[in-house]
């Protein structure tokens, strides 16, 4: 009976030490994100918006009617336009996290035109985007607040050139 007693003893001891020392998997949305040093829009026009319920532009820019959430930046000015779109799958209510291998599937593009420039097509090929969805306070209008980091390059290449980081407020398009 002692022996019995040691053995369940020594096994109980044994699975608590395991589990306690089980390296714990956080989960990757799980985070949030602060409202300090937002991205400013030093010259032009900026827009920081989204639209529900849609898919990624062509080539042109044109978004359609889709099952995905699309994130864009807009600045312009008086010789250039630069867009990024981010896609994000509408279930994702309150927050979501692309990574370097959303990006490298497609769901970040970058598109800038100049009718005036020498200028070769950038891609991005990694970084991370963090979203938080901010809660309606006073009736206002829904916000997303995005974090992004992305790595450009030359189109068919993996050398990168450029990075980009954005922190902004993200309000809902008005059609």
């Not at 006073?138 to 980081?165: R, Y």
Request: charge should be positive.
């Amino acid at each position: 009976m002692r022996n019995a007693f040691k053995l369940t003893a020594i096994f109980l001891i044994g699975l608590a030490i395991a589990s306690a020392c089980k390296k714990k998997t956080n989960n990757p949305v799980e985070f949030s994100i602060d409202a300090q040093n937002l991205t400013p829009c030093t010259e032009g026009n900026c827009r920081f918006e989204y639209v529900n319920y849609s898919e990624m532009p062509d080539e042109q820019g044109t978004v359609k009617t889709g099952q995905y959430r699309i994130f864009s930046v807009t600045k312009s000015n008086s010789f250039s336009t630069t867009r990024i779109y981010m896609q994000v799958p509408m279930q994702d209510d309150d927050r979501f996290l692309l990574t370097d291998a959303d990006i490298q599937a497609g769901k970040v593009k970058y598109l800038f035109s100049c009718p005036s420039c020498d200028y070769f097509n950038l891609v991005p090929i990694a970084g991370t985007i963090k979203g938080v969805k901010i809660a309606d306070l006073n009736n206002s209008a829904e916000k997303w607040l995005l974090d992004a980091h992305l790595v450009l390059a030359a189109e068919k290449s993996k050398t990168p050139v450029d990075t980009i980081h954005i922190k902004q407020y993200f309000s809902l398009a008005v059609k």
